[in-house]
């Protein structure tokens, strides 16, 4: 299960639709009450929760008191993604302490110069310098979530693909994930992806790869070369098996179809009542019969060449 429980981000990356001009998300802050709704909601019923997927959770005001109702959800896994730059001393202590179980950030080189290309406003050494405080404290209370690193792979920056295995090693992530840049019309950086030079891309992932297996770093690389429509394969599990839950509590078939209409309110209506609503039963209808959608087909070709499924909730599609 995905949601979120913003609909801000403090930063405007130029591989990221807030980069577009006049973007403006609609939504609110989740209280935590809500969020604590959601919680006993999906409790014994998702067995993983990312509680950010389009957007900055770290901007909630009150982030602190949504950690607290993690403990609601029971056995469920909880993860969020985060662009770090929000992280101070109390709340990488918050976190620890909390039963958050993956905290994922992006950065999209390894030096302060490459990544401030992609991650405008950004500030490189501060967020590794918590993410470095961050590792110290949850070896010293042995408690707190594992780390893993988000690197979207463009031509601006595949040089330094090697080069961050060993960043990771520098503040003890636990697992390095690559994908390439996925295009949104209207983003400055969107269309510089890798894949145009599927030689030189495969020499570099093949490289991390070695790189990592030395090191012993958990690694999920994309593919080096883009696949075609015929090779894609229609295994979209998203919509027969969850839902994205927006800020306002609104309901979705999935990350990219929060354009479509709602499935519910998470709030107000039941998780099967959601399952069952008319929108998520089109978009199944469509897999089943094999008249998906412009957007699922564009979804499917992005995530195949990505390499990793998991990975379909970091961006939202604008382009259809
Ligand atoms: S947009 Fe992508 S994730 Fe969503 S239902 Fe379609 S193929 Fe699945």
């Known amino acids: 299960m995905r949601m979120d429980i913003t609909n801000k981000c403090n930063l405007r990356c130029n591989t990221c639709y807030f980069s577009i001009n006049g973007f403006r998300a609609r939504g609110a802050f989740?209280?935590?009450?809500?969020?604590?709704?959601?919680?006993?909601?999906?409790?014994?019923?998702?067995?993983?929760?990312?509680?950010?997927?389009?957007?900055?959770?770290?901007?909630?005001?009150?982030?602190?008191?949504?950690?607290?109702?993690?403990?609601?959800?029971?056995?469920?896994?909880?993860?969020?993604?985060?662009?770090?730059?929000?992280?101070?001393?109390?709340?990488?202590?918050?976190?620890?302490?909390?039963?958050l179980q993956w905290l994922s950030v992006s950065l999209d080189g390894a030096t302060q110069d490459t990544n401030a290309l992609v991650r405008n406003n950004s500030c490189f050494t501060k967020i590794i310098e918590r993410m470095q405080e961050l590792d110290g404290l949850r070896k010293a209370m042995n408690h707190g979530p594992k780390i893993q690193v988000s690197f979207t792979l463009l031509q601006d920056n595949m040089a330094e693909l090697p080069n961050m295995v060993d960043l990771c090693l520098s503040f003890g992530a636990d697992r390095l994930i690559v994908r390439h840049v996925i295009s949104i019309a209207g983003c400055p950086m969107s269309q510089r992806s890798c894949l145009h030079f599927p030689e030189r891309t495969t020499a570099l992932i093949e490289e991390a790869r070695k790189r990592a297996a030395d090191v012993g770093l958990d690694i999920w690389l994309p593919v080096g070369a883009p696949r075609t429509e015929e090779e894609l394969v229609m295994d979209c599990k998203d919509p027969f098996e969850s839902f994205y839950i927006y800020s306002d509590g609104e309901c979705y078939p999935c990350t990219f179809l929060a354009d479509a209409e709602s499935c519910g309110n998470i709030q107000r209506d039941s998780v099967d009542g959601i399952l069952h609503a008319k929108s998520i039963s089109m978009v199944r209808k469509r897999f089943r019969s094999g008249n998906i959608s412009k957007t699922c087909m564009t979804c499917l070709r992005d995530m195949q060449n990505v390499g990793i499924k998991e990975k379909r909730h970091f961006t939202v599609r604008f382009e259809d």
Do not use: W, Y
């Not at 709704?37 to 982030?63: D, T, Y």
């Open 30 to 99: 989740m209280s935590p009450d809500q969020f604590g709704v959601v919680c006993e909601k999906l409790a014994g019923r998702a067995h993983r929760l990312g509680f950010s997927c389009a957007f900055e959770p770290l901007i909630h005001p009150q982030f602190n008191e949504i950690l607290k109702h993690l403990p609601l959800l029971g056995e469920c896994q909880t993860a969020i993604n985060t662009n770090g730059l929000l992280l101070n001393k109390t709340l990488v202590r918050n976190i620890c302490e909390s039963e």
